[in-house]
């Protein structure tokens, strides 16, 4: 038997090339590590990928080659493996396509692979070399940024949207060719690293509530809404201004903070909704979905889970007009997302939670004809009818919204009155106050109004005078509330006496709140 020293020692013809970049995934809004592990190897040609990769990213074999004999380089005609890694993550998307075409010329040493390190690379790539923009790249930069890379390779379509952050080279590339010429000049090429303009959503609402005319109780409500993020039910009949008022809503609101527009500037980006034009949302988004939407349009969905319209009103308003024409099912599936803030999407592999702190505003007609109650046409419906019409909204929707208030239909008197009406601006300032009110108070804590309030935090900021605890005692029997419905209306109370810069809650704060909570056809 021969020994190991007498083993003939066999030098392999072809040498194993490897290569490593790194790159970005998205999971939701935020994105996490993909390391892009290239191995090219003597063999029959081939281009095998693994890493649970998706179908876009099958295909992106196709791409890259393409896009490398585009360019004027040779694709080696070897065996190359790709993987990405962390394997037991599902990949999705085009975004792989050039950090797998780097690391493949890496690989061949066609680019320096020493300067791979700590730099990340997100792209599509066209068939002749042009890359393209990518959905997430905000997120990208974040991560980026987070791991204390040296720099980021992203599309030159995509340079506004990245260079929303600050301090962090930014390497923006419209070709293969380029990306190679700028990753092997890596440290002799000046990066933007400058922080960008701030692009402002050009979308402005230029809708004021001067145009509103009469509706003094709806107007009272929504301004209390403002104050402190609570939820409204307009109850009304056609044309009675429902939805003219939701509107006018984002008019009265304060502006977003910074760190509130990456937020929503991050959802849009990982949905595809960001453009040079609007690299940047500064203005608070007002969504309002067709009654037909689906549950996973409304709340988010898909095999690899998107944002929905609730994570899209994020830090604004989600409008649902025409309340009582969605499914069922479709509405109820809002209720832990009103409660908790966000929205978490289960799926075999991993959950995945999308923020939706919104302020919800939803409108309906109190009858199938839409007349019932009105002060000049008759209703056509029957009692049984109409029931069936409003059992749509189930109870536990009802529970979660705080202002239920009728929009009735305008008198010849307030349609033909000239009189200049209360503008936004001025509403706003007292909105302002009260939120600043707001903010001092819950300073040491995390919420920022009370409509995000605890059971916990409701005992501690929410104190009663006595003819007020009275009062609320006696609407426990009279109305027969609930626990939630009990929590809900004190923390409407104390909306209102902060907009009275009261510390404590009075009796006709109770009063107001109990006023616009069980003054429609509804029952608490």
């Keep these: ?158 340079i506004h949207e990245a260079l929303l952050i600050e301090d962090m080279n930014i390497y923006p590339v419209s070709d293969l060719p380029e990306a190679i010429y700028t990753i092997n000049n890596i440290n ?3 990066p933007h690293s400058q922080k960008a303009p701030q692009r402002i959503d050009t979308t402005h609402n230029h809708l004021d509530f001067s145009d509103v005319k009469g509706q003094t109780l709806a107007k009272r409500a929504f301004e209390i809404a403002a104050c402190g993020q609570h939820h409204i039910l307009m109850l009304g009949p056609p044309g009675s201004g429902k939805s003219m008022l939701a509107q006018r809503l984002t008019s009265i609101l304060p502006p977003l903070t910074y760190d509130e527009k990456i937020e929503v500037t991050q959802i849009y980006s990982a949905c595809g909704k960001l453009s040079k034009e609007r690299c940047l949302v500064s203005n608070r988004p007002f969504r309002s979905p067709h009654h037909n939407t689906s549950i996973a349009g409304l709340i988010g969905g898909g095999s690899i889970p998107q944002p929905g319209e609730i994570s899209l009103a994020h830090n604004g308003i989600l409008f649902l007009d025409e309340l009582t024409e969605f499914q069922k099912n479709v509405l109820d599936s809002l209720r832990q997302a009103l409660e908790s803030k966000e929205i978490t999407i289960s799926r075999s592999r991993k959950s995945i939670t999308f923020p939706c702190n919104l302020t919800l505003i939803t409108a309906c007609n109190p009858c199938p004809c839409g007349y019932y109650g009105d002060s000049i046409k008759k209703c056509s419906c029957n009692e049984k009818s109409i029931k069936k019409y409003l059992s749509k909204i189930s109870g536990p929707i009802l529970d979660r919204i705080d202002l239920q208030i009728e929009v009735k239909r305008l008198t010849e008197k307030e349609l033909t009155n000239k009189q200049e009406n209360e503008s936004s601006k001025t509403i706003k300032e007292r909105v302002i106050q009260a939120i600043e009110i707001q903010e001092k108070r819950y300073k040491d804590i995390k919420i920022k109004s009370n409509g995000n309030l605890t059971p916990k935090e409701i005992k501690s900021f929410c104190k009663l005078e006595n003819n007020a605890e009275l009062i609320l005692r006696e609407a426990i029997k009279t109305f027969a509330l609930t626990g939630r419905s009990y929590d809900r209306v004190l923390k409407v109370s104390r909306t209102i006496a902060d907009l009275e810069r009261s510390d404590m809650i009075k009796d006709e704060h109770i009063l107001e709140a109990l006023q616009f909570r069980f003054n429609t056809i509804f029952k608490a």
């Design 1 to 158: 038997m021969e020994t190991l020293e007498e083993i003939e020692i066999i030098e392999p013809q072809t040498k194993h090339l490897f290569a490593k970049v790194n790159s970005c995934g998205l999971v939701g809004v935020t994105a996490y590590q993909v390391e892009i592990e290239v191995d090219i190897s003597g063999g029959l040609p081939n281009f095998i990928l693994v890493g649970l990769p998706d179908a876009a990213i099958n295909e992106s074999r196709e791409r890259v080659r393409a896009a490398i004999k585009s360019s004027g380089l040779e694709f080696p005609s070897k065996k190359i493996v790709v993987n990405l890694a962390p394997a037991d993550t599902k990949k999705a998307g085009p975004t792989y396509d050039l950090p797998m075409a780097i690391g493949i010329l890496a690989g061949n040493e066609i680019i320096n692979s020493k300067n791979l390190d700590d730099l990340y690379i997100v792209g599509e790539l066209g068939l002749s070399g042009k890359i393209r923009q990518v959905n997430g790249v905000l997120s990208f930069v974040i991560l980026a940024k987070s791991k204390g890379a040296k720099g980021i390779l992203v599309p030159k379509e995509n």
């Design 188 to 190: 002799t090429i000046q």
